[in-house]
T-cell receptor
Framework: KAGVTQTPRYLIKTRGQQVTLSCSPI?????VSWYQQTPGQGLQFLFE???????NKGNFPGRFSGRQFSNSRSEMNVSTLELGDSALYLC???????????FGPGTRLTVT | GESVGLHLPTLSVQEGDNSIINCAYS??????FIWYKQESGKGPQFIID?????DKRQGQRVTVLLNKTVKHLSLQIAATQPGDSAVYFC???????????FGTGTRLKVLA
């Protein structure tokens, strides 16, 4: 089975721009979660989607948004980028219940 | 607020010895826990999980212990190998929240 894939792997953007990151979950998995990882804050939960519905959202500003498509693929968008948004963005998928959650390799976003 | 923390940010062990990585959690309602391993440049890798109705769970060379009384979680790695060198995270979840809260991580260094 193919693992969780994330595209792009690396991204450099300028302050004020917006960015869209993509995540394809493991086949059959319907839950996709997004996390931001930084050296200072560690792994922070952004949001979780299941069957195209957001079930929970972390404590991030409204500039961070996401969505999930009918094939379970998910995208997250960050608008009006700030320097502090530079981070590794990780996507994780699971079958939907509270069980094993598998992570992708992440997208490294650098905001200059 | 909710938090999951680790006692030791860096742990150095001799190859072949057993390793013990600790984690404290503050939310007594947490009822599902996962240990992850993250190698440089990669996303977190699922190691083992445990639910609150268990005190101990064993996998291949790994054992997770859960002490709900003191809200403590530990990961034991038997016969530590150089390939075990990585950062280890614990994560906790509460029923109905659909999110995981991650600890700050412990770096395990295996000495030859």
């Amino acid at each position: 089975k193919a693992g969780v894939t994330q595209t792009p792997r690396y991204l450099i953007k300028t302050r004020g721009q917006q960015v869209t990151l993509s995540c394809s979950p493991i086949s059959g998995h319907r839950s996709v979660s997004w996390y931001q990882q930084t050296p200072g804050q560690g792994l922070q939960f952004l949001f979780e989607y299941f069957s195209e519905t957001q079930r929970n959202k972390g404590n991030f500003p409204g500039r961070f948004s996401g969505r999930q498509f009918s094939n379970s693929r998910s995208e997250m968008n960050v608008s009006t980028l700030e320097l502090g948004d530079s981070a590794l963005y990780l996507c994780a998928s699971s079958s939907g219940g509270r069980n094993e959650q598998y992570f992708g390799p992440g997208t490294r976003l650098t905001v200059t | 607020g909710e938090s999951v923390g680790l006692h030791l940010p860096t742990l150095s062990v001799q190859e072949g010895d057993n390793s013990i990585i600790n984690c404290a959690y503050s939310n007594s309602a947490s009822d599902y826990f996962i240990w992850y391993k993250q190698e440089s440049g990669k996303g977190p890798q699922f190691i083992i999980d445990i639910r609150s109705n268990m005190d101990k769970r064993q996998g291949q060379r790994v054992t997770v212990l859960l002490n709900k009384t003191v809200k403590h979680l530990s990961l034991q790695i038997a016969a530590t190998q150089p390939g075990d060198s990585a950062v280890y995270f614990c994560a906790e979840s509460t029923s109905g929240t659909y999110k995981y809260i991650f600890g700050t991580g412990t770096r395990l260094k295996v000495l030859a």
